[in-house]
Each structure stands twice: as C-alpha cells, then as structure tokens.
C-alpha cells in the first residue's frame, strides 16, 4: 500500500467545532490533494497543492481551509463544522509509483460525521 | 469541461468468471490518460490500470484488462476469473495531458464477487 496516511480514521462531532484532518505522506511528493466522497457520487476536489505555500481550490465550493507548510504534510481544516460536511474524505498525492507511472496515491480516508 | 459516465452502480459476478465494467467519457482533448481505480471497503484507493490515448494497443495487467475506443470514447474494464478479493468499487478516471494534471472521476461502480 501507498506511504500516505490520514488521521483520524473515523470522527463524530458536534456542529461548529473547528476540525483539523491530518494528511500526511512519505514519498516525497509534490503534488497534493483533498477529495470529498459520497456514497454513489463523483470524487469532487476540494483543495490542491502543487508544493510548499502553494495552494488552489477545487472545483467543489467548501467552507475548509487547507495549509502545505512541510512537503510531507497537507492539513484539512473545517472552522465550524455543519451536519452538511458528513462525508469521507481523502487525501491523494501524485508522483511516480512502482510502475513508473506518474500516479495518484490516496489515503485510507476519513470518515466524519456531524452531528 | 470533461465528463466521465459509468451507467452501472452495481454489479456481481460469480468466482472464477468474467466481467466488464463499462465508462463512457466526454472530451475534446486529443492526449489523455484513462484509470480504474479500485477501493476495496474500508481500505485505500489504488490504481489498477492506465491507458495513454495515443497508444491504441488495449492495456493489460494480469486478470485486468481495459477495451480502449477512442472514437466512441469509451474505456471498459475486463477482469478475468474473478476473486473474492477483487470485490471493491472500481472509479473509471479521465485526465487530460499538461496543465493540472487534475483526473475527473466517475460515480463509481460496486462490484461483488460472489463464491
């Protein structure tokens, strides 16, 4: 499996806590993404990183906010959690895998809940 | 703006037997790339398979194949005597050549293998 993690795993809030997801990657990559995924629906982008201080939104509109201070490290912040932000997300990053191809590699994700 | 269809939300087929998976996409560009994608549950994303448009050799990899049509911009996915382990979503991809190299993903087909 790819060297791309994410914590934590499973999250139950309540609405307007501020959340932070953590995404982290070993591979030295560049390239950087936050995805949200629903049941039966489209991988939408959120957010994008193309290295350190750079960042883009997707093409999805999102109240979080996302940081790439360390390479290896692409934090998703929501200030104020509503019940509408229940979803998975992922976090991807690209660069050359095994094959030799230019690819994405995604995290395990994370489940969040808002209550 | 680029589009990817897979009409069928779920499928299952018998251990040890064949299935294809269909995604239609939608494009102007002339060089791009094409993916499936498998999420077993509860575990990571991976690639399983790509297809540079250029090439008009279908690609291969072990018991997974793809039937590329570039004119009826269509791409399957064949998958070859069937194992438990191959249950899992499988996202067909789209991702044009230079600019964002930002792929544009398919709803997502369910796949059940069944002993």
């Known amino acids: 499996e790819a060297d791309i993690y994410q914590t934590p795993r499973y999250l139950v809030i309540g609405t307007g806590k501020k959340i932070t997801l953590e995404c982290s990657q070993t591979?030295?990559?560049?390239?950087m993404y936050w995805y949200q995924q629903d049941p039966g629906m489209e991988l939408h982008l959120i957010h994008y990183s193309y290295g350190v201080n750079s960042t883009e939104k997707g093409d999805l509109s999102s109240e979080s906010t996302v940081s790439r201070i360390r390479t290896e490290h692409f934090p998703l912040t929501l200030e104020s959690a509503r019940p509408s932000h229940t979803s998975q997300y992922l976090c991807?990053?690209?660069?050359f895998g095994r094959g030799g191809y230019n690819e994405q590699f995604f995290g395990p994700g994370t489940r969040l809940t808002v209550l | 703006a680029q589009t990817v269809t897979q009409s069928q939300p779920e499928m299952s087929v018998q251990e040890a037997e064949t299935v294809t998976l269909s995604c239609t996409y939608d494009t102007s560009e002339n060089n791009y790339y094409l993916f499936w994608y498998k999420q077993p549950p509860s575990r990571q994303m991976i690639l399983v398979i790509r297809?540079?448009?250029?090439?008009?050799q279908n690609a291969t990899e072990n018991r997974f194949s793809v039937n590329f049509q570039k004119a009826a911009k269509s791409f399957s996915l064949k998958i070859s005597d069937s194992q438990l382990g191959d249950t899992a979503m499988y996202f067909c991809?789209?991702?044009?050549?230079?600019?964002?190299?930002?792929?544009?993903f398919g709803r997502g087909t369910s796949l059940i293998v069944h002993p």
């Open positions: 297809q540079e448009a250029y090439k008009q």
């Open positions: 591979m030295g990559h560049d390239k």
């Open positions: 991809a789209f991702m044009k050549e230079g600019g964002s190299y930002i792929p544009t």
């Open positions: 991807a990053s690209r660069g």
